[in-house]
């Protein structure tokens, strides 16, 4: 019979094998349980939090405060939270990129995708619908375009803004309600195609979230964009004057949060699985209506009656749709386009014509 151990060589070759295996198991016990086995019980909870733009005060002012103190109550212990925000596209591809969010609140599930494919977030991890909010038409005071629906922004002379496609999730969105409002109405995908051709000849300046579009509109730049009702209401709630219109036939658009699991450390997760709780929870979706966001389990009574909603999901080609109007069209055709100006040449000329 052939001995395992033919000579000390051998001995010695396994108990190397032995030792660097037990070493390489501490090192992982380390990485996980370090907060555990020698973070102080006093010291507390943290929490990272990445959200696209339009959810800053909500977060800021409503969400985050009141859950730490809904976690102080019911554990006795402190957590803090860091909240970061941006256009979704750009976190999305910052926390892909290594940067530390252990939730992400999106305003597309395509950027929760792009987690998954770069393993931050793991696959069977299921993002939670908490909110949503309708693609709206911004106008000037008292509307003097008489703008109503989308196909009113093809009219010659319009001046638009627009949410970038290519970074942010109020782009997609609103090229989304700009495509879906003429295919749901004639069923035709080139009809529809040539609305949004047509909105983007009178589009002259492209902002890079949701908020630096209106921001942009509040210094006086255009007649009108495609925002998010939400931000709208926030701004209007700021004291921006502008009209906010609602399309009878617009996208909602729909907001998810999700654990990127890859940063999370067994003893923060129950914190971080709180976190989404609260936010589906009672309290948490009173605050986001508050906010003039549509909470996933009630209406909102401080916002009008939706008329014709849809979703993506009725868009029967939307992907195809997509790819031929995010991808070949905005991206080759209107972003390197030279007839899209800086704010700075769009504001001179605005004061020259106000001036006439």
């Excluded at 005060?57 to 405060?65: A, H, K, R, S, Y």
């Excluded at 006795?76 to 290594?98: H, K, N, R």
């Amino acid at each position: 019979m052939k001995r395992f151990f033919n000579d000390g060589k051998d001995r010695n070759q396994v108990g190397l094998f032995l030792l660097f295996l037990g070493l390489l198991v501490l090192g992982v016990l380390v990485e996980y349980y370090w907060f555990d086995l020698w973070h102080n019980p006093g010291e507390p909870y943290r929490l990272v939090v990445y959200a696209f733009s339009t959810q800053e005060e909500v977060l800021t002012q409503g969400i985050l405060p009141a859950f730490e103190k809904s976690w102080m109550a019911e554990r006795g212990e402190a957590v803090e939270i860091e909240a970061v925000f941006g256009p979704s596209g750009t976190l999305s591809l910052q926390i892909a990129s290594g940067s530390p969010a252990d939730v992400a609140i999106f305003s597309t599930q395509r950027h929760i995708d792009w987690l998954k494919y770069s393993k931050c977030v793991n696959k069977d991890t299921d993002q939670v619908l908490i909110a949503s909010s309708p693609m709206v038409i911004v106008t000037r005071t008292g509307n003097p375009d008489g703008l109503l629906e989308f196909p009113d922004l093809t009219r010659p002379g319009i001046r638009l803004l627009h949410g970038n496609p290519g970074s942010s999730g109020v782009g997609e969105w609103a090229m989304m309600a700009e495509y879906g409002s003429a295919y749901l109405e004639t069923r035709n995908q080139s009809l529809a195609e040539a609305q949004v051709k047509d909105i983007w000849q009178n589009v002259r300046l492209v902002g890079a979230s949701a908020r630096t579009t209106l921001d942009i509109f509040e210094l006086g730049a255009g007649d009108a964009l495609v925002t998010y009702e939400q931000d709208a209401y926030l701004a209007r709630q700021r004291g921006v004057p502008l009209e906010i219109l609602l399309p009878q036939r617009t996208i909602l658009a729909r907001y998810y949060a999700v654990v990127v699991d890859k940063h999370i450390a067994p003893r923060e997760r129950p914190v971080v699985e709180a976190f989404l709780a609260y936010l589906l929870s009672s309290e948490g979706q009173q605050i986001l209506g508050q906010y003039y966001l549509r909470p996933a389990v009630y209406e909102n009574e401080l916002l009008p009656e939706l008329i014709l909603p849809f979703t993506e999901e009725q868009l029967e080609n939307w992907p195809l749709a997509y790819t031929h109007l995010v991808e070949e069209y905005w991206k080759k055709q209107v972003e390197p386009a030279p007839e899209l100006e800086s704010l700075s040449s769009f504001l001179v000329i605005k004061e020259q014509n106000d001036s006439q």
